[in-house]
């Protein structure tokens, strides 16, 4: 055995590890979508039930607004970050890290205060007298968005920065100097340059949009049930075997936009991209 | 990265995206920084802005044993989780890093998976395991599975400060007479000292934060942090809940900070101190 192969042994106390801990609970638990007579009932069930049709759906729906918004609103400030002044730069990176590193439930608190019937945007709204009576803003779809946004914009944001700050400014001065104006320079050579940092964050944010549970179980209303939410809900009925098999099928969804994206980012780079 | 940044030349071009960038900035901050103010308020509802300066709300948190045993129990577990994710996290990355064996991308992918995979799965899937087992509201057990979430940001960061490490370091140690241990504890380690620190902290802050896991394997003497905080929104909103953020957001903030400033050190490291050497 060479040095090189011996080293590799170093691996096994970890995967040994996932094993036990991590991939044989999930085998199981998938194992379950089987059923008890080997003819996918609990899968079925799923299929059949409505009330899960519903659902997947405005959780698949819920992720490509939620994507969409957070690419719109990420690649402005990222663009802002990557031509600012140092001070300036380093000023609006604390504000998106600062947001990226505290916890997803305090941001929901966060929201429930501010969003609430006598929370501060009402508040501050009536004492202007913009309105009389308070809004309903919390445990809405609005709010549920507003939530998610919030939380994964960072994850966004950070793709995008690594690949605007990777353009040589001299292509861009280059372009100018021959004549394009700002609109043909961006849609030119900057954004086709940030190409990978996009789809990269578009990637990330798509995938961990799939899977929210916190943030709409607090800032939403009952129409607005998520997948792992509804998953929850079996799983706390006791009925393991269909929560197994909602969660079979969430995890395929969650692979198949990944390999589905990998076609035209790395995973490295998708995973590169979290904290 | 070139040396030449890429500048805007239109001042229009520039104001215009000033202002959606501060726009965007003010939606990602001010939330986070409302709860400072609310936290201090000396009245007992969420009124804003707070009719006056107390510290109420933090005696309260102090004084009440049901916040402190959780946070007790959080910091316990999630000081659990980072010793065991970080021993088992820098051999992994060293023989990830050093290693060549059939199946090193599908592992790192296996390995890097819980990033990525929606904490719900994780949560049923360990929920069912433990449930077989009776090891359900075992604080141990939760530190397990927290484990497995927290490993991938000790391999992230490990893996990068040994790219960063000058072999040449460890080849002039082992010609000197050092043994395989002795290269690592006296060589190896004191140079990728700091991305194993940033990684034991990445790991430190997963625990301490998670929630959905710990919601389905917690029993009812098992109150983490989390999942008092979960408990208290869902049911009263009570403004000790804003003392809590508070502390917990100026944690959270110090430890990264730390990290990263780790992280920046570990990527410096074995460079300088092959100059420092010389």
Sequence with gaps: MTIRSRHGLLVLPLLAFLIIAYLAPVALMLARTVGESFGFEPLRQVIASPVAVKVFLYTLETAVWVTLITLVLAYPLAFFIATARSLTASLLMAVVLIPFWTSILIRSYAWMVLLGRKGIINELLISVGLLSQPLKLLNTGFAVYIGMVHVLLPFMILPILASLKGIDGRLVAAAENLGAGPVSVFRHVILPLSMPGVLAGTVLVFVLALGFYITPALLGGPSDMTISMLIAQEVDLYRWDVGAAMAALLLVMTLVALLGFSRFVSLDKILGGTK | MTGYAITLSSPLARALLGIVALAVALFLIVPVLVIVPLSFSSGSFLSFPPPGFSLRWYQQLFSRSDWMDSAWLSIWIACLVALLSTVLGTAASFGLVRGKFPGQRLLVAFILS???????????AVYFFYARLQLVGSPIAIAVAHTALAVPFVVVNVSASLH???????????NLGAGAFD????????????????????????????????????????????????????????????????????????LFLCASWLQRRAQAGAGRMVREGA
């Excluded at chain 2, 819980?114 to 049923?124: D, E, H, K, S």
């Excluded at chain 2, 490490?165 to 140690?173: G, H």
């Design chain 2, 164 to 174: 960063g490490f000058d072999k040449r370091l460890e080849m002039a140690a082992q």
């Design chain 2, 114 to 124: 819980p990033l990525i995979i929606p904490g719900i799965i994780v949560a049923i």
């Design chain 2, 183 to 254: 290269t690592f504890r006296l060589v190896i380690l004191p140079s990728i000292r700091p991305g194993v620190i940033a990684g034991a902290l990445f790991a430190f802050i997963t625990s301490f934060d998670e929630l959905i896991v710990a919601l389905f394997i917690a029993g009812p003497s098992q109150v983490t942090l989390p999942l008092r905080m979960w408990e208290s929104m869902r049911s009263s909103l009570e403004p000790t809940l804003a003392a809590v953020s508070t502390l917990a957001v100026v944690a959270s903030v110090s």
